[in-house]
């Protein structure tokens, strides 16, 4: 069994452009979670599925940002016209239900210049 | 509001000392779950530990043990005789059942263990 993986792990990119990521949770997992973490900060949260339903957004999670969660399996975290703001490591986890640990992908780290 | 609060942003230990990790947590909910996270310098979070409001035992693993006080919202975790493979940022988070789940960090406690 493999853990949670994200994909790119690193990503460079201009202002203005627009980006995606992607996350592979582990296989039986019914929740994923997306947070954002940056230098010397605890991760914070953006929203999560249960499946493939989006149930919560932070107020973070600006109208250029969407997620998405097809068929309750992969998700990906699409960030439009990035700006300096966000560069940042990008964090994915799993987990069963509620009260069960989650399990976090490596991550992957934006960089926006 | 729900809060961590880790006040020890830095700890430096010489191997073989022990050192606690303190966190104090605030929530109104009932039902709720503690954890612990470590964040290596390779950068992926590894669960540690987690505990239910509804569970106050503490726990001891190896060398690490956590004590849970629900009367001082505390869940502090002691790293008995360090390693420098103990090196790392330590995470506490809580998790309310009335949101989903979604993990609230503290800011993280950065551990130096010298040899």
């Known amino acids: 069994d493999t853990g949670v993986s994200q994909d790119p792990r690193h990503k460079i990119t201009k202002r203005g452009q627009n980006v995606t990521f992607r996350c592979d949770p582990i296989?039986?997992?019914?929740?994923l979670y997306w947070y954002r973490q940056t230098l010397g900060q605890g991760p914070e949260f953006l929203t999560y599925f249960q499946n493939e339903a989006q149930l919560e957004k932070s107020r973070l999670l600006s109208d250029r940002f969407s997620a998405e969660r097809p068929k309750g399996s992969f998700s990906t975290l699409e960030i439009q016209r990035t700006e300096q703001g966000d560069s940042a490591m990008y964090l994915c986890a799993s987990s069963l239900v509620f009260g069960y640990e989650q399990y976090f992908g490596p991550g992957t780290r934006l960089t926006v210049t | 509001a729900q809060k961590v609060t880790q006040a020890q942003t830095e700890i430096s230990v010489v191997e073989k000392e022990d050192v606690t990790l303190d966190c104090v947590y605030e929530t109104r909910d009932t039902t709720y779950y503690l954890f612990w996270y470590k964040q290596p310098p390779s950068g992926e979070l590894v669960f540690l530990i987690r505990r239910n409001s509804f569970d106050e035992q503490n726990e001891i693993s190896g060398r690490y043990s956590w004590n849970f006080q629900k009367s001082t919202s505390s869940f502090n975790f002691t790293i008995t005789a360090s390693q420098v493979v103990d090196s790392a940022v330590y995470f506490c988070?809580?998790?309310?059942?009335?949101?989903?789940?979604?993990?609230?960090f503290g800011q993280g406690t950065e551990l130096s263990v010298k040899p």
């Open positions: 296989s039986e997992h019914n929740r």
């Open positions: 988070a809580l998790s309310l059942y009335n949101q989903g789940g979604k993990l609230i």
